[in-house]
């Protein structure tokens, strides 16, 4: 790297060069979406969440990240998403990728982010920075006429608008909340107005559930799907199914474990697609803190850990759980602790067993027989997420 290479926020006046390092890293952008892509990225230059390395006045790399909430043991923490890393094909394997995403760190430390996700083009420099996979985005095929014999006639159902989107996300905390699940994105009200307001998605609304899906290739494609109930969850399922006459097959982003996988008479198809996500400890206290944990488990133990990259996270601390809420706090004490590096804690965060992160050289020392409980607290549904960003 030269001396001309630092870290900028990325402004209005940057933006050709972004998208011109970006035609060499995803491909053109379209003319059509030139307008549309531009103004999204002033929404992140406006909230300071854009960042680049320039070589003196240059742009040659960027990345932003999102403001979501992500679910995690059934509670919402603040989860800043990376999206859109670029780097000029002339400045990879210099360190410019590693600088701008210390960059891109230190900013969702300053904004006060707990967390952060991504979805990995490579893992191999996320890793080196403390990333590590927190779940899966899941994509399973069902045969159209199966879902259309569920049933659920006895469900009133209507068409979903922009209008719905407050319920609709009051839907998402119940279930998400009630099931305690993991990795889910929280979405604005604006945006989730935005998505039902689009002529291409169908939303339908019953009073304890919704679908969102579309036309895919020929296809249905769900991209969420909510039910309170057996028979609202039939009855949704159905209602997606009815298109059995021209789609042969529904494409739905859904849990492992929704109840679908219950329903269905024949299983769903075999070839899944599955995208892998990586997530990241910022501020390990607050990390704990606002994340949600096994009720009935008690624990208290201690961690020594190691951050290379972000240092307000290394050192002593003692780990307590109890009654569905944890707390991280410095501690003095002496002797053997559980040894966790970034990557290490983030898998512990996102359900791996210490067991596996003890094989992997991710995890060392302490007491073994702990591990049990330290295990449970952190258990739960698989960790998944619907969106890509």
């Known amino acids: 790297m030269t001396d001309a290479l630092r870290l900028v926020d990325i402004t209005a006046a940057h933006l050709d060069d972004v998208i011109r390092v970006r035609s060499r890293s995803f491909g053109p952008l379209a003319a059509a979406n030139r307008e549309e892509w531009i103004k999204d990225a002033q929404e992140f230059i406006d909230d300071g969440r854009f960042v680049g390395v320039v070589d003196g006045e240059e742009v040659v790399a960027a990345a932003r990240f999102w403001a979501f909430q992500q679910w995690w043991g059934g509670r919402q923490v603040p989860m800043a998403g990376v999206a859109g890393v670029v780097v000029a094909p002339e400045y990879r394997g210099r360190g410019v990728g590693s600088k701008l995403m210390r960059g891109v760190l230190q900013r969702t430390a300053e904004k006060g982010f707990p967390i952060t996700a991504l979805y990995p083009a490579t893992t191999v420099i996320y890793r080196h920075l403390g990333y590590e996979f927190g779940g899966h985005r899941y994509r ?10 569920l049933g659920g006639k ?9 209008d719905d989107a407050g319920r609709l996300l009051e839907l998402v905390a119940e279930a998400h909340s009630t099931g305690r699940s993991s990795g889910p994105l929280v979405w604005a009200e604006s945006k989730v107005a935005e998505w039902l307001e689009d002529e291409d998605n169908f939303g339908y609304l019953a009073e304890d559930g919704f679908v969102v899906y579309n ?43 929704d109840p679908v996988h219950l329903l269905v008479e024949h299983e769903a198809d075999k070839h899944a697609q599955l995208q892998r996500w990586m997530l990241r400890m910022v501020d390990a206290p607050a990390a704990i803190a606002a994340r949600g944990f096994a009720t009935g488990v008690s624990l208290e133990a201690d961690l020594d850990l190691d951050d290379a990259e972000l240092s307000g996270n290394t050192g002593r601390w003692h780990l ?15 002797g053997d602790a559980l040894r966790l590096g970034a990557r290490g804690l983030a898998a512990l965060y996102a359900g791996t067993p210490l067991a596996t992160l003890r094989r992997s050289g991710l995890a060392a020392g302490g007491s073994t027989s702990a591990d049990s409980a330290i295990d449970t607290a952190f258990a739960g549904a698989p960790s998944y997420m619907l969106d890509y960003f």
């Open 140 to 149: 399973f095929s069902f045969p159209a006429a199966d879902l259309r014999s």
């Open 154 to 162: 006895d469900v009133s159902i209507r068409r979903a608008g922009p």
């Open 215 to 257: 036309w895919d290739d020929g296809d249905l494609r769900v991209d969420e799907i909510i039910a309170g109930s057996e028979a609202t969850s039939r009855a949704l399922w159905a209602t997606v199914g009815s298109g059995s006459s021209i789609a042969n097959t529904v494409k739905a982003y859904v849990a492992p474990n």
């Open 320 to 334: 307590s759980v109890a009654e569905g809420s944890g707390r991280l706090t410095t501690s003095t004490a002496t």
